[in-house]
């Protein structure tokens, strides 16, 4: 039982256009939401990062929305850079615990 | 954020055989993480490693498959026993930066023949 879905295994964009990444959860309960980017052989890198008490986190070019009542999140990254091609995982937290439940990635893929 | 490193980076190793994986961080840490990503999969959370007491393990992992050591704040070692083809992953560590944020070091990946 997958509790944090990401459903598109992958994303092309055109660089300077806005890549949107989604991921679905199951439990209710989760109050830490967190995105991680990962480049071939190296570990994954935190992004941003959103309590459950707020629908909207800003960082930059990134910015993580939450919609609680759909049990759902999403990354923004404006604009999009080729650097920004990796794969990005969202990930989700219980009761503040340590443990980290991901997502299954998304494969971001921006063109030049 | 802390500095991790990992040893070996990749190893192929033979069925039946162990390899241990050592991860340092250039801080003192109270809780360290093992996850393991499949192939084509998601990170999983194999074991908490606690210095001082043994290692917490997730439902399906087993401390005689991937015995673990936390012999100070700054070092783990995670053993991979009497290895298999399933076993093929990428291993990772991580610790706690702030609040449930968690920085993760540069994996090692296993291939097992």
């Known amino acids: 039982d997958q509790q944090v879905k990401q459903n598109s295994p992958s994303l092309s964009v055109q660089e300077g256009r806005i890549s949107i990444l989604n991921c679905d959860y199951t439990?209710?309960?989760?109050?830490?939401f967190l995105w991680y980017k990962k480049y071939p052989a190296e570990g994954p890198t935190f992004l941003i990062s959103i309590s459950s008490i707020k629908d909207k986190n800003e960082d930059g070019r990134f910015t993580v929305f939450l919609n609680k009542s759909a049990k759902h999140l999403s990354l923004h990254i404006v604009p999009s850079q080729p650097g920004d091609s990796a794969v990005y995982f969202c990930?989700?937290?219980?009761?503040?615990?340590?443990?980290?439940?991901f997502g299954s990635g998304t494969r971001l893929l921006v063109r030049p | 954020s802390a500095v991790i490193s990992q040893k070996p980076s990749r190893d192929i190793c033979q069925r039946g055989t162990s390899l241990t994986i050592q991860c340092q961080v250039d801080s003192q840490v109270t809780m360290m993480f093992w996850y393991r990503q499949q192939p084509g999969q998601s990170l999983t959370l194999i074991a908490t490693?606690?210095?001082?007491?043994?290692?917490?393990?997730e439902s399906g992992f087993v401390i005689d498959k991937f015995p673990i050591s936390r012999p100070n704040l700054t070092f783990s070692t995670l053993t991979v026993s009497n290895m298999s083809p399933e076993d093929s992953s990428i291993y990772l560590c991580s610790v706690v930066g702030g609040g449930v944020t968690q920085y993760f070091g540069p994996g090692t990946r296993l291939t097992v023949l």
């Open positions: 990930a989700a937290s219980l009761d503040s615990s340590y443990k980290l439940i």
């Open positions: 490693a606690n210095q001082g007491s043994e290692a917490t393990y």
């Open positions: 439990n209710s309960m989760f109050d830490y």
